[in-house]
């Protein structure tokens, strides 16, 4: 059997280029943040959920810089269900976004449509419920797909850069790889991977515990 000398290139270049991948991404841990329901608010829902001139009142401080989770909840309700006492996230935005697991999708009955924050357009709506007011949303109810938040040095450290796509390996006795692992850059960002409920559940994940991207 004749080896076509193409093909054999073709190979080794495959290969090298699998060796300088594997040398680009520099094993790095980064610490899991695991994600509850939740929902960021604009100013104007703010006021209509909570009253005129409503500020939110910081509970605690999140892991990422300026980030916090307000004492403030809300119930958010939906054609077939509702879920209680969801916590808002500060500080304000500027659009209400609602941030939710396939499991509470079932729950509200509402389908469960995975997007990067921010990406609303086309999906489901629902209403919110505060003490002082509701407010109903055409859209927002997004299932957060799974990202990293890596500043400047970070992304540099792990080989990567913004808007880039990897796979992440769990450690533990229910290991696993996630594929399709957004990475979002910016020197405002702390070094995390954030999953929902559902996922850090399905491998055994808890805050702080650590995972790698893989090549």
């Given at each position: 059997m004749m080896i076509d000398e193409n093909q054999v290139k073709m190979i080794v270049a495959e290969v090298i280029k699998g060796i300088e991948l594997r040398e680009?991404?520099?094993?790095?841990?980064?610490?899991?943040?695991?994600?509850?329901?939740?929902?960021?608010?604009?100013?104007?829902?703010?006021?209509?959920?909570?009253?005129?001139?409503?500020?939110?009142?910081?509970?605690?401080?999140?892991?990422?810089?300026g980030q916090y989770a307000a004492d403030e909840t809300v119930t958010v309700v939906g054609p077939k269900g509702s879920l209680e006492k969801v916590r808002i996230l500060g500080p304000v935005r500027p659009s209400t976004q609602v941030e939710i697991s396939l499991t509470d999708s079932f729950k509200?009955?509402?389908?469960?449509?995975?997007?990067?924050?921010?990406?609303?357009?086309?999906?489901?709506?629902?209403?919110?419920?505060?003490?002082?007011?509701?407010?109903?949303?055409?859209?927002?109810?997004?299932?957060?797909?799974?990202?990293?938040?890596?500043?400047?040095?970070?992304?540099?450290?792990?080989?990567?850069?913004?808007?880039?796509?990897?796979?992440?390996?769990?450690?533990?006795?229910?290991?696993?790889v996630f594929n399709n692992v957004l990475v979002r850059v910016s020197d405002k960002f702390a070094l995390d991977f954030h999953i929902d409920t559902d996922e850090a559940n399905a491998a055994g994940l808890k805050n702080g515990d650590m995972v790698e991207i893989v090549a």
């Open positions: 680009r991404i520099k094993t790095g841990k980064i610490p899991t943040g695991v994600s509850n329901r939740h929902l960021h608010v604009s100013q104007a829902d703010l006021e209509t959920l909570f009253g005129k001139g409503y500020q939110l009142k910081e509970m605690k401080p999140l892991s990422q810089p509200l009955g509402v389908p469960g449509i995975v997007r990067d924050s921010g990406d609303t357009k086309k999906t489901p709506g629902c209403t919110l419920k505060g003490p002082a007011g509701a407010v109903t949303l055409e859209e927002g109810v997004i299932v957060a797909a799974r990202h990293i938040h890596a500043s400047t040095a970070d992304a540099a450290k792990l080989g990567v850069k913004d808007m880039d796509r990897v796979a992440i390996r769990t450690g533990g006795v229910k290991s696993v």
